[in-house]
């Protein structure tokens, strides 16, 4: 098993910036993919940005690249993700999220943390 622990989040103003942080334990030598996902209210959760951990290759989904930023610390099992040129629809719930090698689709979930951006 995995568990994954999200911190930082909160409040910003559209144009600032915030960090959030993952921090994975457990059997986290099996974990192959991780990610952020979001979900704004009324909507449908979406893909923001996952890591690969054999290489540190990102991939980001378009409404974020350029702005965000995901980053790996290997001693840590943490993953970390920089947020700038913040927008009121980046307001979200953001969830950070794990897959094994092998197993097409996250298993292991955090609990999410909110970010509100205000105009």
Do not use: H
């Amino acid at each position: 098993q995995v568990q994954l622990v999200e911190s930082g989040g909160g409040l910003a103003q559209a144009g600032g910036s915030l960090r959030l942080s993952c921090a994975a334990s457990g059997r986290t030598s099996t974990l192959f993919y991780m990610a952020w996902f979001r979900q704004a209210p009324g909507k449908e959760r979406e893909f923001v940005v996952a890591i690969r951990s054999s290489d540190d290759t990102a991939l980001y989904a378009d409404s974020v690249k350029g702005r965000f930023t995901i980053s790996r610390d290997n001693a840590k099992n943490a993953v970390s993700l920089q947020m700038n040129s913040l927008k009121p629809e980046d307001t979200a719930v953001y969830y950070c999220a794990a897959q094994r090698l092998g197993v097409p689709r996250y298993e292991y979930w955090g609990q999410g943390t909110q970010v509100t951006v205000s105009s």
